[in-house]
């Protein structure tokens, strides 16, 4: 774990992206329209570049942000290195850091583990809030495998978890994953959401995932713009049973079976700006150059959005 000073050894820029509202952050904002790019660094983790490296090429590729792990954020704090560092490095690249990946245990029965992990992520928030970041992933980290999903009692927590992000104007994103048998659906999500009854709540769906918990894809039909800010891009192959796929199968958008220009028309239907981040884990590509990995998967995303603004 990084230790406190450093998480707070903040440059004078960072402690006011830190407390300014989403709404009055500058940021160098490349893409302009209905779709902004974003680099997951799972997509190029495999080739163990570092964050730093790691940040490089999503800016020498062209995505206009990045979702960070905030385990590589910790890593690299706990080497010495600050936040007000890491904030300028990301700033010079012109990147924009859409949202962070966390794995803390908010979610769970067992209460002691869940104050735990609610202590955890605030200090992610924290972390987050100095770069600048205002979204936090909330998945069902730590929740058994296959235990039934009190949606009542989730909702409760959720907004527990809304309130936190407030303070810090790091807010979280309700990310189901599709294998876990917990919270594994489109469905479940919204109604956690809805259970909430918080103005803010979110939802971070992911292709394979709904294509793995048998959401479907029709459902995006139902949502307005404000439910979703941000979607994991990814396709499936069509060769493989869906209880046989793991996220390494993951492949470039466009390149397996997943309906997505019906997702992204439904995505522009919705309204408002959609981040589309690149979210891979495939062991074919980590093998491969990493700029070439970001750059095809850019250029793969571009192809499909233009093809669905073309037909309009």
Request: hydrophobic share 40%.
């Given at each position: ?11 004078g ?41 790691s ?18 954020v ?15 490095f ?9 949202d962070a ?33 205002h ?29 936190l ?9 309700l ?17 956690i959401a809805?259970?909430?009854?918080d ?12 294509f ?46 997943a ?9 522009l239907a ?6 589309l ?8 590509y ?27």
């Open positions: 774990m990084p230790n406190r000073r450093a998480i707070f050894k903040l440059s820029a960072a402690a006011i992206a830190a407390l300014a509202p989403a709404s009055l952050l500058k940021t160098d904002v490349k893409s302009k329209g209905p779709f902004r790019f974003c680099l997951n660094t799972s997509t190029i983790s495999g080739q163990k570049l570092g964050l730093l490296k940040i490089d090429i999503a800016s020498q590729a062209g995505y206009d942000g990045v979702e960070l792990w905030v385990r590589d910790k890593e690299y704090l706990s080497a010495g290195n600050s936040l007000s560092l890491l904030n300028e990301i700033k010079s690249k012109k990147l924009v850091v859409e990946i966390s794995f803390t245990t908010w979610m769970v029965d067992d209460e002691a583990k869940r104050k735990a992990g609610l202590t955890e992520l605030e200090e992610e928030m924290k972390m987050m809030a100095a770069l600048g970041c979204r936090i992933a909330a998945p069902p980290a730590g929740v058994e495998r296959n235990e039934p999903v009190d949606i009542q009692k989730s909702g409760m927590r959720y907004r527990e978890v809304l309130m992000g407030r303070k810090y104007n790091v807010m979280p994103l990310e189901f994953w599709g294998a876990s048998g917990t919270l594994y659906n489109l469905g479940q999500a919204l109604a809805v259970a909430a009854d103005a803010d709540a979110r939802i971070l769906p992911d292709v394979y995932h709904m793995r918990g048998g959401s479907g894809f029709n459902g995006l039909k139902l949502l307005n713009g404000r439910v979703i800010d941000i979607i994991h891009i990814n396709d499936y192959p069509a060769n493989k049973s869906v209880d046989q796929q793991t996220d390494k199968d993951r492949v470039y958008p466009g390149d397996g079976a309906p997505l220009k019906q997702i992204l028309h439904d995505l919705m309204g408002g700006t959609k981040i981040s690149l979210e891979l884990f495939n062991e074919t980590w093998k491969q150059d990493a700029l070439e990995v970001a750059k095809t998967g850019l250029q793969k995303m571009k192809t499909l959005v233009n093809e669905v603004l073309a037909s309009k």
